[in-house]
């Protein structure tokens, strides 16, 4: 499987709303998940308020997050 | 000049050839101890995580996942040097290992699952006295609607993956975040399945993302986040 086919796959199962909760998710996994080394690293995103963060990467998905999720964004800040 | 690490994997594993780095720095591997790491070299400072930083740092773990078993870096991890990158494998091959059989033949799909509907009422309707029990009664119900959310996702897709971890919601939110393991054949029936699932659900709905490097399996500690 290809890293393009992979791609496609993840489009093409994702409906609209879907595809701007992959944006969450790959916050999520990216800055919250993987394999963590203690020591030599500089984590460029230790310091950044994680709620922040998604509001700024994600402000074309508010909308469509508010009406179909009443999700996470809205509740991040309520 | 640092070194940018996006995965460890098995030592059979090649540097695919279809992406590069960071500012097109090309992708090499560091060997040591039976394991390769996946690397680039930087000039710069590190990445500033944004949209598209993150999918860059994606793109490459998703490479690499298409021929291999891995475990992802978290992003902006980076050494000093390669000697670096091989001291650290080196000194966690066996935890390295373990985690990679672990995730073997699997990949990570994200459920996030949310109660819609009326859920929030204005209480301004009740009459002040009641206001705050009808405030308390009004939190109790989402909570509970919340946790049957959960069990309702974690039953009916549970059972197609190998390993999962659900987070319940902070106490003002009405969405749960899930990350399942789920092998290779099965990422299509449980993809449908989900899909399925947020249709019969009446009262919430359920997205599911996906295929994932498996980032919320890859740690020792509980292997999950």
Avoid at chain 2, 191 to 213: K, M, N, Q, S, Y
Wanted: hydrophobic share 45%.
């Amino acid at each position: 499987m290809t890293a393009a086919a992979l791609e496609a796959r993840r489009v093409q199962r994702s409906p609209r709303a879907a595809r701007d909760v992959t944006l969450l998710d790959l916050l999520d996994r990216l800055l919250q998940g993987g394999i963590v080394i203690q020591g030599e690293i500089t984590l460029a995103a230790a310091d950044i308020d994680l709620v922040d963060l998604s509001l700024l990467l994600v402000v074309g998905a508010v909308d469509s997050l508010r009406r179909d999720l009443r999700g996470p964004l809205r509740d991040a800040k309520s | 000049m640092g070194v940018y690490l996006y995965a460890i994997c098995g030592d059979d594993a090649a540097v695919p050839d279809d992406v590069s780095g960071f500012d097109g720095a090309p992708l090499r591997m560091v060997r040591a101890g039976g394991l390769a790491a996946l690397v680039s070299d930087r000039s710069s400072a590190p990445p500033e995580p944004r949209e598209d930083t993150l999918w860059e740092h994606e793109r490459v773990v998703e490479a690499l996942m298409a021929g291999h078993d891995l475990l992802p870096a978290r992003f902006g991890t980076e050494l000093d040097s390669d000697a670096a990158v091989a001291e650290l494998v080196l000194s966690r091959a066996e935890e390295f290992r373990s985690a990679l059989a672990y995730v073997a033949g699997a990949a990570e799909l994200g459920v996030r699952a949310a109660c819609v509907g009326d859920l929030a009422p204005s209480i301004r309707r009740l009459p002040e006295a009641h206001a705050g029990h009808g405030y308390l009664a009004q939190r109790i119900g989402v909570h509970q609607r919340v946790r049957a959310l959960a069990d309702r996702v974690e039953q009916a897709l549970g059972p197609l993956a190998r390993a999962h971890t659900i987070r319940m919601p902070a106490p003002t939110s009405a969405t749960i975040s899930a990350a399942f393991l789920v092998a290779h054949e099965r990422i299509d029936e449980f993809a449908h399945r989900a899909a399925a699932l947020d249709a019969e659900i009446v009262d919430g709905r359920v997205f599911c993302t996906g295929p994932w490097p498996p980032y919320s399996f890859s740690n020792a500690a509980g292997r999950g986040r």
